[in-house]
C-alpha cells in the first residue's frame, strides 16, 4: 500500500513579517472558517480522484500562523482528512505555531485530534531584532509558549507531544534540551 503525506497550508498571520515570503495574510483571519470549508472539500474531490489503498504517514499544516486560527477550525480539519484517509496510527501530525499563539485549551484541542509534533520558531533572542523583523513576540514570549507546550506533553495524557524549535542563533538558549 502507498503511503503519502499530506501538507495543508494555513495563510493566515497577526501581521505580516518584514522578511517574508510565504502566502500568509494579515488581517483576513474573519475568512478563516470559510477558508477551512474549502480546504476540506478540495480534500475530498482529491480523494476521490486517487483509485488506489493508500495510507497517510504524515500530516503538515503549515502557514502562515495555523495556530492563530480556531483550534475547533483545527479539530474539524483533522478529523476530516481522517475521514478521507486512512491515517496510520503512529503518523506524525504537526502543527507550525507562532510563539503566543498558543494556550492551554488550543494545546489539548490539537492533542485530542492526533496532532503529535509542534513546529515553533524563533529567529533571533534580541527583542530588538525581533521587532525590527515585525515579529509579535518577544523572547519571554517565546520562553512562556515553549515552556506550556513543555508542560503540556509531560501531563499524564495518552497523547505525545513533541516539540521542535527552529532558531538561527543559539541551540540551548532555552535551558532546555
Ligand atoms: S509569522 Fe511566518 S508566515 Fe506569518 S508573516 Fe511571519 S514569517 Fe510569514
Same mark, same amino acid.
Given at each position: 500500500?502507498?503511503?503519502?503525506?499530506?501538507?495543508?497550508?494555513?495563510?493566515?498571520?497577526?501581521?505580516?513579517?518584514?522578511?517574508?515570503?510565504?502566502?500568509?495574510?494579515?488581517?483576513?483571519?474573519?475568512?478563516?472558517?470559510?477558508? $477551512?470549508?474549502?480546504?476540506?472539500?478540495?480534500?475530498?474531490?482529491?480523494?476521490?480522484? $486517487?483509485?488506489?489503498?493508500? *495510507?497517510?504517514?504524515?500530516?503538515?499544516?503549515?502557514?502562515?500562523?495555523?495556530?492563530?486560527?480556531?483550534?475547533?477550525?483545527?479539530?474539524?480539519?483533522?478529523?476530516?482528512?481522517?475521514?478521507?484517509?486512512?491515517?496510520?496510527?503512529?503518523?506524525? $501530525?504537526?502543527?507550525?505555531?507562532?510563539?503566543?499563539?498558543?494556550?492551554?485549551?488550543?494545546?489539548?484541542?490539537?492533542?485530542?485530534?492526533?496532532?503529535?509534533?509542534?513546529?515553533?520558531?524563533? *529567529?533571533?533572542?534580541?527583542?530588538?531584532?525581533?521587532?525590527?523583523?515585525?515579529?509579535?513576540?518577544?523572547?519571554?514570549?517565546?520562553?512562556?509558549?515553549?515552556?506550556?507546550?513543555?508542560?503540556?506533553?509531560?501531563?499524564?495524557?495518552?497523547?505525545?507531544?513533541?516539540?521542535?524549535?527552529?532558531?538561527?542563533?543559539?541551540?540551548?538558549?532555552?535551558?532546555?534540551?
Amino acid at each position: 500500500m502507498r503511503e503519502i503525506g499530506i501538507y495543508v497550508h494555513v495563510p493566515f498571520c497577526v501581521q505580516k513579517c518584514a522578511y517574508c515570503d510565504f502566502v500568509s495574510y494579515a488581517d483576513k483571519i474573519e475568512l478563516s472558517q470559510q477558508y $477551512i470549508k474549502e480546504v476540506k472539500k478540495e480534500i475530498s474531490a482529491k480523494r476521490n480522484e $486517487i483509485n488506489e489503498e493508500i *495510507q497517510v504517514k504524515t500530516i503538515y499544516i503549515g502557514g502562515g500562523t495555523p495556530s492563530y486560527i480556531k483550534s475547533a477550525l483545527m479539530v474539524d480539519l483533522i478529523n476530516h482528512i481522517r475521514k478521507e484517509f486512512v491515517v496510520k496510527p503512529d503518523a506524525e $501530525i504537526t502543527i507550525e505555531a507562532n510563539p503566543g499563539s498558543i494556550t492551554q485549551p488550543k494545546l489539548k484541542d490539537y492533542m485530542s485530534v492526533g496532532i503529535n509534533r509542534l513546529s515553533m520558531g524563533l *529567529q533571533t533572542t534580541d527583542n530588538k531584532l525581533l521587532n525590527r523583523l515585525g515579529r509579535v513576540h518577544t523572547y519571554n514570549r517565546f520562553l512562556e509558549s515553549y515552556l506550556l507546550a513543555r508542560q503540556m506533553r509531560n501531563e499524564k495524557c495518552k497523547y505525545r507531544f513533541n516539540d521542535r524549535y527552529t532558531w538561527s542563533n543559539n541551540r540551548n538558549i532555552t535551558g532546555y534540551n
